[in-house]
């Protein structure tokens, strides 16, 4: 039984051995970032382009929409009739106040013959001055009902004279927001038609992105699914409200001569340009979620020499969106953890870099 047991040890006995001298684990993968000082310059914002001149046409006038012969996307010239009112029903509306207007004149001469009876028989003493002053308000009363009917053929003609919608420009219709059959009021909006010349860039950017723009700023726009080469925007324009959802602020970027791929509609990426002059330089980001410690006492895992982790302090700047400005306490090229900084330890050995 001894024999037994001694030859079952003699045979587990290389096992053991073999756990004892197994490698230690390789020391995690770290999820991390290099520094630069161009980082600002690396937020790509999402944006379209479109025309720097656009017109929302409407009627100005009341009216049954009769027609609207033009779709999204149509090219139209100057002076195309782009939609029309029920002419029949305006046509009708300027005979009927014709017509009123004759009726009143009509009844202004009979009422001015009526008062110039009453004065001559006033004169001859035989008619009251009631009689007299009842003519004369008659007659008041006719003037007053000729220079309404006055003003309503006025406005039946300029209503006919308005019933045609025609393009102020050559363009291309962008959308239309109206059925023919459908009753229209003065100001609703019709169509949108945007101009043939001039295209610019229009990207949202978050409102603390503002503060590394200058006059003149510069962007490299590359256009979507398209084999273009990237162009140019200059800012143009920071329109002075933020949209009350995002927060974010619009900018619209004067494009100049640019390719045709580069249509109306077309979905571009927009990253700010530099060094050039507009541009801001030397600007150090981290994300947010790189930053650890206290709110009076930040700091950052760096991966130093050996990828050992060292906690270093520093100072933050502007918040911008999803990263923050470091102002102080890294430098360009040194690598710093950006994920599960709260996992890891001073002076632990980190793996290899993962972006």
Not at 36 to 63: D, H, K, M, P, Y
Not at 230 to 239: A, F, K, V, Y
Not at 308 to 336: C, F, Y
Request: charged share 20%.
């Amino acid at each position: 039984m001894i024999r037994y047991l001694l030859l079952l040890a003699c045979a587990a006995a290389p096992s053991f051995a073999e756990e004892a001298a197994a490698p230690p684990a390789p020391p995690r993968p770290v999820l991390s970032e290099l520094v630069t000082e161009g980082a600002i310059r690396q937020r790509v914002f999402a944006g379209i382009i479109e025309a720097e001149v656009t017109s929302i046409l409407a009627f100005q006038t009341l009216g049954r929409l009769a027609s609207l012969p033009v779709a999204a996307g149509d090219r139209v010239r100057a002076g195309d009739a782009l939609a029309t009112l029920d002419q029949v029903t305006l046509q009708e509306d300027v005979a009927a106040a014709t017509a009123a207007l004759a009726g009143a004149r009509a009844e202004a001469v009979l009422a001015e013959q009526t008062l110039a009876r009453a004065q001559e028989l006033v004169r001859r003493g035989v008619s009251s001055a009631a009689q007299l002053e009842a003519a004369q308000s008659a007659r008041d009363s006719a003037v007053t009902q000729v220079t309404s009917a006055e003003a309503d053929l006025e406005r039946a003609e300029d209503a006919a004279r308005f019933g045609t919608l025609s393009a102020p420009m050559d363009g291309i219709v962008l959308s239309t927001a109206a059925e023919p059959g459908s009753v229209v009021s003065p100001g609703t909006p019709i169509l949108t038609l945007a101009g043939l010349t001039g295209r610019e860039a229009v990207i949202d950017v978050p409102t603390e992105f503002l503060t590394f723009l200058k006059p003149g700023a510069t962007f490299e726009l590359q256009g979507h699914g398209t084999s273009a080469v990237p162009i140019t925007g200059t800012l143009r324009l920071i329109e002075p409200t933020a949209d009350a959802g995002t927060r974010s602020r619009r900018l619209r970027l004067s494009l100049g001569d640019i390719p045709p791929a580069y249509r109306l509609g077309s979905l571009i990426s927009a990253r700010l340009s530099g060094p050039e002059p507009g541009t801001v330089a030397g600007i150090m980001t981290l994300p947010a979620t790189a930053i650890t410690g206290t709110a009076d006492a930040p700091a950052v895992w760096r991966v130093g020499e050996g990828r050992i982790l060292q906690l270093v302090p520093v100072t933050l700047g502007r918040s911008l969106g999803s990263r923050v400005e470091i102002a102080a306490g890294i430098a360009p090229g040194e690598e710093i953890v950006v994920k599960g900084v709260n996992s890891v330890t001073e002076g632990q050995t980190v793996g290899r870099r993962i972006e």
